[in-house]
């Protein structure tokens, strides 16, 4: 007795049956791990952009006027004045 079609093991010439994979499946998982791989890639760059937020830095022009505006200011007339660059009312009014 044969048994139908759908279940006999061998096909007509004796070869197994051929199991293919459907090609949704396969451009769908790379399209799964592209995804996955952009996300991460995403957040590695929201959270570099985002940490230490807080923190406090200053640039060298930055720092430099700091230090002058931090001076007494005897001495923030007397700096500025023979550098001969910047006028000291700036420097007065930050300081």
Same mark, same amino acid.
């Given at each position: 007795? *044969?048994?139908?079609?759908? +279940?006999?093991?061998? %096909? ?11 090609? !949704?499946?396969?451009?769908s ?18 959270? *570099?952009?985002?940490?230490? +937020?807080?923190?406090? %830095?200053?640039?060298p ?8 505006? !931090? ?8 700096d ?13 009014? *930050?300081?």
């Open positions: 007795m *044969l048994a139908p079609p759908g +279940l006999r093991s061998r %096909s007509a010439q004796g070869k197994p049956p051929e199991h293919h994979v459907s090609p !949704t499946s396969s451009s998982s790379r399209r799964l791990g592209r995804s996955l791989i952009f996300v991460g890639c995403l957040a590695i760059a929201f959270w *570099l952009g985002t940490h230490d +937020l807080d923190g406090q %830095s200053l640039w022009d930055e720092a430099g006027t700091w230090n002058i505006a !931090t001076m007494p200011v005897s001495a923030i007339s007397q500025v004045l023979s550098d001969q660059i910047h006028v000291p009312a700036y420097y007065l009014l *930050l300081h």
